[in-house]
């Protein structure tokens, strides 16, 4: 039985009575441990799928389960980092990443020590006594990992964590959720509009059309070790995502893995 699995998942709306259906027939699995980028444009149904995940919005019909388990509501085992960090303003920076652990009742004469540990594992030990205001966008979306951590999740899913932010700080925040993947283990999905962003981070890309969303494609990344951005075997499989795009479904059946 894989770790995360979605059965014919349909999610739909229902506003001044019309029904608007934001996926539909949605099956994918996801193994513990491994790192999912969900990419596709905008209005493909990725975020509201990722939702479902986490337990924000349950699904129409099918199933979304996670450890044998269906998803009914969200839970501090599975944390969400979205666009908007969502920090805090009057907390500083070391007291922003003890709020999640508060939530789950750390006991006090832990939590600082907890805290301190992932401000340092993200890079702000210098900063912790910062307030948000005070942070670039950069260093805000990186106290909002440090505290999704914190509370040590089994999965961490993030919803175009780096949409809003220059392109050389989304740089180095890719190059920071890889290393964290890596060494903390965890089960990671991340949504996505950006190819690139997929290919760098990503175990496997699932490829969604829109209207409504659907899983077009399920593509294994081949590249071993370091990524090189600018390297010709990125580049060719950054290529290789592109032209899926414009597949017809009927091209696409050796992709779903």
Known sequence: MSYIEIKNATKTFETNGTTFTAFQNVNLTIERGEFVCILGASGCGKSTL??????????????????????????????TIFQNYGLLPWRNVLRNVEFGLEGIKTPKSERRAIAERYVDLVGLSAFKKTYPRQLSGGMQQRVSIARALAVDPEVLFMDEPFGALDAITRAKLQDDVRRLSQTEKKTIVFVTHDMAEAVYLADRIVIMSPNPGRVKAIVPVPLQGERNRIGKDFLDFQNEIFDLFHKSPDDLVEYFI
């Open 50 to 79: 990722l939702n479902a995940m986490a337990g924000f919005g349950l699904v129409t019909k099918g199933s979304v389960k996670i450890d044998g388990v269906e998803v009914s509501k969200p839970t501090p085992k599975r944390a």
